[in-house]
């Protein structure tokens, strides 16, 4: 038989010492110490208000458990937690940092090693073992020691009995966030990728973990050679940056130090959990985006890597009524995790602008983003209230938290019920001035909102959504079904089918991604379209096809000049030749989005035969602002001087020539937004359908004369400050508006 490293003997002792319910701390340092030939083994736990509390040791004084604290950052223990870095000190206690507590009677120990117990990115405590003898422990000593903080971190916080001992995890928590799309959920938070810990962390028998590792390895570096062999073209920067994720995939460093830790004991995928670990902590210093960028790499592959190895990618976790919490996340992702059943999203680095947040609020997933720290912070399976609509998330609530939430969630539905009482009701102001509203779709799931809210029509169609849903753009006849059932569904109500936007972060999950500086900018929707024709000319083909006689209107994105929608309006005048029956009335227009077009207004509103303005994109290019980035999304207001000007001079431009015009971005869902948009002449609105019931109320009971002559003095003496949202807002407050 093999004679066992110290390191697996400790481990697999523990392995047994922590299946047992009855094992205490006491005993797993009791253990470390003997086992790492320790005078001293202790363990303090993070409480509430950054402290560091002594809760258990081998070889301090027994009497100071419970009552040696120390601040985050004092002492070296406060150092390792503040710092997330180990310490190997042959004379801790000159220590610049070191701090004497005279109750714990450490004064004979000259060594000390301290590891963070870390769990995700979040500190919940150290772990030090001390010596008599002056000297540095080894390496492997330090990596014994981060594998037993490790394993502590993932069976102590996970089966519950933190409680029992104290660490912080069972604290609850408030986090500051953005509304992303509006509800309030209460369930249990899942964390996605790499921040998930593996299921499986100890092993008996390594060699077995090292062919597993090989195994995942072989299969994700194929995954990733045939990306760049057979989807890009030799040469494109985006095969440079696969390229170096391969090498990075093939690097020895970090896979050396994986198979040490699977040789110490550990399964593979909490081997490659323990050093994607460390990466995180190192990442966090670094300030060179292009090491940055390659620890990222390494993160994913990380993620890609356990995924493999506990099966989570071809057995997708079961997501029923759970709360995602993800750093980053792109539509079709989402789309991918609303079929597996979440109740509500926290993207970490999400804005309300962003596509992610769209593709929520069509689903009415209740979401928020920009929650700093909120990931660091949680464990899978902790509870949560999600108040998408305060902007909060709340983890591990109070039980009187969750009553008051209960409560507040059965207010809000009986003003839902009051609201659906609106649904017939007709859309005028309070004064007789009719507006339309519509709803923006792309689902087949969202149709039945037209009945549900009593929608006018859709006015937004974006039709890139089913094909981000689906994986793939179908065929012709496949596509003709889909936009056929649209207008089956409509009846008489008009919908506007705008044509692909993919790009940016719409991406289809087996595209490869285009790695351009500034994707919003780049290569995308109708450019893409009009470059490639086909891809367009098939798309306006099954329009036509699923009209088949009926009345057509197709609008075309992104459309910076006058001369791309003379292009792409040539390109469904070919097909429509083709094509009989030929609809009943085509009508053909044009997302306002791109600013250059302001400045090709008497072209665009002679040709076009309607104009919807994106208030999205439009908003991102006039204030060159990028819409998914958090740190902006309150920076620019749409309610602003430049904003209103611009509105007002493409309402001039419309009513000249009797164009339609409508406005299809998220302003509209906003109530104040979409009166102030009624009062300067735009009339007609299209909006998520979870917002169309709100605005209506809002704009029902807008006098809509008296809030004209408010808005005309207003922009007459504003125009010293840009946004008006604050006085608009106190003035309908003032006249009892609920918006
Ligand atoms: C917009 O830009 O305002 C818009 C409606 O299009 P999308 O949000 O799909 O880019
Ligand atoms: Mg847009």
New binding site residues.
Partial sequence: MAVQSPARRLLSRLRVMMASDATSLSDIVALVAGEMVAEVCSVYALRAGEILELRATRGLNPNSVGRTRLRVGEGIVGLVAATGQPLNLADAQNHPAFAYRPETGEEPYASMLAVPVRRGGRTLGVLTVQNRASRHYTDDEAEVLETVAMLLANSLVSDGTDTREGFAGSLPRQFDASLLSSGIVFGAVLLAGADMAPKRLLAEDSAAELARLQHALGAMRQGLDSLIETQLPAGDAPRDILDATRQVAADDGWLRRVAEAIRGGLSAEAAVHRIAQDFRARMRKIVDPYLRERLADLEDLAARLIAALDGSDSNPVDATGAILLVRRLGPAQLLEWHRRGIAGVVIEEGSAGGHAAIVARALGLPAVGGARGVIDAAESGDEAVLDADEGTLILRPDPSVREAYERALAARAMRSAAWHALRDAPSVTRDGTPFSLMINAGLGLELDQLAITGARGIGLFRTEIAMMARGSIPDVAEQAAIYSRVMDVAGDRPVLFRTL?LGSDKLLPDSPRAEEENPAMGWR?LRVGLDRPAILRRQLRALLLAAGGRKLSVMF??VATISEFRQARGLLFAEAARIRPAPEKLSIGT?L?VPSLLWQLPELMAEANFVSI?S???TQFLFAADRGTPALAERYDFLSVPMLRLLVSVIEAASATGVSLSLC?EAASRPLDAAVLLAIGIDTLSMSASSLLGVKEGLSALDLKAFKSYLQTLRRTAATYTSLREPIGAWARDHGLNV
């Fill in positions: 936007d929707s994105p992104m997302m989005e994106g999205n994109d439009l971005g």
